[in-house]
């Protein structure tokens, strides 16, 4: 009787605050020892043993972070997870629990919300998380979604900003740009969706980056890679805003200079074609796209053996001396100064 069978919309206010939260959070399970009390009580209660815990938190508002025209509920809901646990991974630790609250505005109907949690529900078991509490609440515009992720980690692995010495090297993870050209094609589909409704979007030839932007994950499997290696970063972070603005953070908070070369930056093939395509220089896109979720590290220079030939990593700079500043070298050899935006062209040395 909630249900309209018709429309296969189920009206959240017929549903109830707590049936809601019954209903999205009954078919999660606790897979982690340190999670003594998860879902059920006014607290849940953690218990890491000798481990420091490691937390962090996000909020993603409608129309400002997300925009439902274009990014399906289930992919969202994995997004707005993996993005909270790549800050975790940031940090060189493991996730192991979550929480989630929404605010939700009434023209969104049960399935729409039973949406969201599967892709919550995805990211949890992918990631091996437990989804431990949250809070449900109605808006009176659009959605709202907050995720806080803990974590663990022994506390001499944990990897700060602050902590890279002049001469470290610089690494990434993966490949860089893939999101942001997603993003450029989904926003391009958009617009002529808006012309001709009935069009039909040939996305296969763009199935990578579609997918990075839509899909991203987050490298769960570096901190271990890590270990395995026998290698302790000594400064990470992710890479949310993009490179550019990532080795700023890292430069500042340990207060040194980076030397950046161009012909190091890892780039897919098809982030290559498309920036051709799109008539942007895919070097911009690395530096300043951002939404990639790649860890962004620097390992002593006696590390370079371990480090070297991985394909998981590339190395693509060094640190230098404070006062040498943050550059990019050029494939034609200039050296560049990084902004947050990128880079500033007006600037050559
Ligand atoms: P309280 O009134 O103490 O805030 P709630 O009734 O809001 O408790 O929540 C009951 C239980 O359900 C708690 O364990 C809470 O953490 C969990 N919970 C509430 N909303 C959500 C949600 N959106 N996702 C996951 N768990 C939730
Ligand atoms: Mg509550």
């Not at 990211?123 to 803990?150: F, H, N, Q």
């Not at 006696?302 to 060094?318: A, Q, V």
Request: with cysteine.
């Amino acid at each position: 009787m909630l249900e309209d069978k018709n429309q296969g919309r189920t009206s959240l206010e017929k549903l109830g605050e707590f049936g809601l939260i019954d209903h999205l959070t009954k078919e999660f399970t606790i897979q982690h020892e340190s999670t003594v009390k998860g879902i059920g009580d006014d607290a849940a209660v953690l218990d890491f043993k000798y481990k420091k815990t490691v937390l962090s938190t996000d909020l993603l508002i409608e129309g400002v972070h997300f925009d439902l025209s274009y990014v399906p509920l289930k992919h969202l809901g994995y997004k707005a997870v993996v993005v909270n646990l790549s800050d975790i991974y940031a940090m060189n630790a493991t996730a192991t629990q979550i929480t989630v609250s929404i605010a939700v505005s009434n023209r969104f109907p049960l399935e729409a919300i039973e949406e969201l949690y599967a892709g919550i529900a995805l990211a949890c078991k992918k990631y091996k998380v437990d989804l431990i509490g949250g809070d449900t609440t109605s808006s009176t515009t659009g959605l709202l979604i907050s995720i806080t992720a803990i974590g663990e980690a022994n506390e001499e692995n944990i990897a700060y900003r602050k902590g890279a010495k002049p001469n470290d090297l610089l690494v990434v993870s993966g490949d860089l740009g893939g999101a942001y050209m997603g993003l450029q094609v989904l926003e391009r589909e958009k617009e002529v969706f808006k012309v001709n409704p009935n069009s039909q979007p040939d996305l296969e030839p763009y199935s990578y980056i579609v997918e990075r932007q839509l899909k991203p994950e987050a490298r769960k499997d570096i901190s271990g890679l890590l270990q395995v290696l026998g290698v302790q970063p000594t400064s990470m972070i992710d890479i949310s805003d993009g490179l550019s603005s990532e080795i700023l953070h890292l430069c500042k908070n340990s207060d040194v200079g980076c030397n950046l070369y161009e012909d190091k930056i890892p780039l897919d093939p098809t982030v290559i074609s498309a920036c051709e395509e799109f008539n942007i220089d895919s070097t911009m896109v690395a530096l300043s796209g951002g939404e990639d979720y790649e860890l962004l590290f620097t390992v002593a220079q006696s590390d370079f053996d371990k480090i070297k030939g991985n394909p998981n990593l590339s190395i693509i700079g060094h640190m230098t001396d404070a006062s040498e500043g943050a550059h990019l070298i050029t494939r034609g050899d200039t050296k560049i100064p990084l902004t947050a935006q990128g880079w500033n062209s007006f600037e050559s040395e």
